[in-house]
């Protein structure tokens, strides 16, 4: 079952605009997706075994960061216990992506996204490093705000060029619409593109983030704005809320696709082979282990 509307009630009659229908290209271009793959330690003690060997491993995979989950309630004075928007909030703030990014109330998930906090928050949730060159290739962007290397970074990705030149700007004080922000995602984290229209009826076909919108659909990031009939509201701004929920699932999203954490075995992890003695069948101690990434610990005992 996919996910809901992006808030518990569709959007009220007259929230599109006249006309209802998205034209032509908005601010933030094109570009082409990064995908996932561009961007996508050991204690031992060997002892002769007697009679038989047991072995028990505990792994502690090392990944990128991942979505966490929270039981904590009202992490947010501004963000209602049992909000739409409140699981989300919460694990990407467990995450550490909000900080420098929050208001004098708390969160604000009712405050439109502004473009320069969504190169925070996306480079964030990347988990990529940022450092500070003391230049900036946009004109409207001071290269000594602290935030200056989020927006570059999301530039060197190619997630953004900008949203307008002559000279090279990014606008970063404009709010998101949900077109840009279906684009942000889908550049952000390698989304596949769809194999077929979502069928949003205020979405021209052919029209600038329209395949970027069907691609956020087919990842299930956006089930749309509104149905009956079925509508995205791209030319809409985006809330803080909305994009934390955005955010959340496109990191699920990753996750996924991604497949299970990999761990490295040590070289001190012996090459010996273990007795199922119910079974009688053999396997070996290292292939029950695959992959890099991880600190192990083994504790062995005889019997």
């Not at 809901?4 to 032509?24: L, M, T």
């Not at 908005?26 to 961007?39: N, Y």
């Not at 949003?200 to 983030?209: K, N």
Request: with cysteine.
């Amino acid at each position: 079952m996919g996910p809901a509307i992006e808030n518990p009630r569709p959007d009220p009659p007259g929230s599109v605009g006249g006309g209802g229908k998205y034209h032509g290209p908005g601010p933030e271009d094109r570009g082409a997706s990064v995908t996932a793959s561009e961007r996508s330690a050991s204690l031992s003690r060997r002892r002769p075994a007697l009679v038989g060997l047991v072995a028990l491993a505990l792994v502690v995979a090392v990944t990128a960061p991942a979505p966490a989950t929270t039981d904590a309630a009202g992490g947010f004075p501004d963000v209602e216990e049992g909000d739409w928007h409140e699981p989300a909030i919460n694990a990407l703030a467990e995450m550490g992506l909000f900080e420098d990014t929050l208001c004098e109330d708390g969160f604000c998930p009712g405050d439109p996204m502004k473009r320069w906090v969504m190169a925070v928050w996306l480079i964030r949730a990347l988990g990529d490093e940022v450092t500070t060159t003391g230049t900036s290739r946009f004109a409207d962007v001071d290269a000594a705000s602290w935030w200056s290397p989020y927006a570059e970074e999301l530039a060197v990705q190619e997630i953004t060029r900008g949203c307008a030149t002559g000279p090279l700007r990014y606008c970063p004080d404009d709010t998101v619409t949900r077109a840009q922000m279906a684009s942000f995602l889908v550049r952000a984290f390698g989304l596949e593109p769809a194999e077929s229209s979502a069928g949003f009826t205020d979405v021209d076909v052919g029209s600038t983030h329209q395949a970027d919108i069907d691609a956020l659909f087919a990842a299930g990031v956006t089930a749309g704005c509104a149905d009956d009939p079925l509508r995205y509201c791209p030319d809409q701004p985006v809330k803080r809320g909305e994009m934390a929920t955005f955010l959340h699932r496109a990191l699920i999203k990753q996750e996924e696709t991604a497949g299970p954490a990999s761990v490295e075995i040590s070289d001190d992890v012996p090459d010996a082979d273990l007795t199922d003695v119910s079974t009688g069948d053999t396997v070996n101690l290292r292939s029950l282990f695959t992959g890099d990434k991880a600190v192990m610990f083994w504790f062995w005992a005889e019997w």
